[in-house]
């Protein structure tokens, strides 16, 4: 008895696929659309690098570092999105927290750092609405001496000039909301010490600034700008200038609708995510590429087809490695969303929708934009005839 080997995809399939562009294309344009206005209406949730924030670095006293007791214990502390990761070696760690806006959860979280340091009789509240101003209130008056020491317990030194001079219970700091914030990024540093000081000591702490991130943002969108125009320029090299347009709009569709996906999911947008955006890029044009390939291949192999069937016919004959090749694809990411945790999260999910919208514009989208573009194959086959004779 003959062994036959078992298909998952039918060798020879077909599928009318491009009688679906004009609703494939519509949908599209909707997505992208609506992605859009969802950037500029809700935003991108970025993160730390982007925004700037505060990085501890810290080493276990004793044993490894055990990120997930770790990243729980920090996220509890009220100071916004925090991120963790070995640094150098299993014992040492990198705490990334986003950066403090200076709102009254600070100055609470300057309260519960004070009252540890100094004890329970100590407070801290704000000022008036609208000032960056702190009032420190102690159990018993104190001379400017003894407010200079106390204010330090909470990272406050340059505004020591403005400490009263007698001996008093209450004392007012007065900040601008910028400076107020600048002070918040000390409070957290201390307040993340406090809690985790018993396992662990601090290495060494560095504050990114909100004009870091703007640097860093700019230089994300011009890779991305760059690669896109670099793979654009290659299928315009490698086969002809509509291709070259088609594989440009399909992967501007890609890069669209996956950060329509951030904003939707509300997921992190960090340099990961933008490693994200430029993975898919790649993945979206390797399956573009094997389909315009057939597509040269059989307009010189059937000289009297019409365009839309040889389409459909070369997306039909790719069928089955582009869906073995999705699928493989797919289940690794999954891996990824399903085991890889928080830190990969973002990364993991816009992956796997790029599996998804990168085969599917592959198909609708960049061999679509042929039709629409009036690619006559019968003038291609004719240069390509002329260039042939010239070699011969």
């Known amino acids: 008895m003959l062994w036959r080997p078992h298909h998952l995809i039918q060798a020879r399939t077909s599928f009318d696929f491009l009688g679906k562009r004009r609703l494939a294309l519509v949908a599209s344009t909707l997505i992208n659309v609506l992605s859009l206005a969802g950037v500029f209406i809700f935003g991108l949730n970025f993160g730390i690098d982007f925004e700037g924030g505060i990085a501890i670095q810290v080493r276990a006293k004793q044993g490894t570092i055990h990120l997930e007791e770790l990243r729980s214990t920090v996220g509890a502390l009220h100071v916004g999105e925090v991120s963790l990761q070995e640094f150098g070696d299993a014992s040492t760690a990198l705490i990334r927290v986003q950066r403090q806006e200076g709102g009254t959860q600070c100055v609470a979280n300057?309260?519960?750092v004070l009252k540890r340091r100094a004890g329970n009789g100590w407070a801290v509240k704000p000022g008036a609405t609208g000032t960056g101003d702190v009032e420190f209130t102690a159990p018993s008056a104190l001379d400017a001496v003894g407010w200079r020491d106390a204010v330090s317990r909470v990272g406050l030194t340059v505004q020591e000039r403005q400490l009263p001079r007698g001996s008093v219970n209450v004392a007012k700091v007065e900040m601008t909301p910028e400076q107020r914030a600048?002070?918040?990024?000390?409070?957290?540093?201390?307040l993340v010490e406090d809690t985790i000081g018993d396992k662990y000591e601090l290495r060494g702490t560095e504050s990114v600034g909100p004009k870091i991130g703007d640097e860093l943002m700019r230089n994300g969108i011009l890779a991305i700008v760059a690669t896109l125009a670099a793979i654009a320029i290659y299928v315009w090299f490698r086969f002809e200038w509509q291709f070259g347009v088609g594989a440009l709009v399909a992967l501007l569709h890609d890069v669209i609708s996956t950060v329509g996906l951030f904003v939707v999911l509300r997921l992190d947008f960090s340099l990961t995510a933008l490693a994200a955006l430029l993975t898919i890029a790649g993945y979206s044009i390797n399956d573009t590429v094997v389909i315009f390939d057939r597509v040269?291949?059989?307009?010189?192999?059937?000289k009297k087809m019409g365009l839309i069937e040889l389409l459909n016919f070369s997306i039909n004959e790719t069928l089955a490695r582009t869906l073995m090749t999705s699928g493989t694809m797919f289940v690794a990411v999954l891996a990824l969303v399903l085991f890889g945790g928080p830190v990969l999260y973002?990364?993991?999910?816009a992956m796997l929708w790029g599996v998804f919208v990168g085969t599917y514009s592959s198909i609708w989208i960049a061999s679509a934009t042929l039709v629409y573009l009036n690619l006559r194959p019968e003038q291609l086959r004719q240069g390509e005839e002329k260039a042939e004779k010239a070699k011969a």
Not at 182 to 190: M, R
Not at 296 to 302: A, G, L, P, V
Not at 346 to 349: A, D, L, N, T, Y
């Open 110 to 112: 300057a309260d519960n």
């Open 182 to 190: 600048e002070w918040c990024q000390q409070v957290a540093i201390k």
């Open 296 to 302: 040269r291949e059989n307009m010189r192999r059937y």
């Open 346 to 349: 973002s990364f993991s999910i």
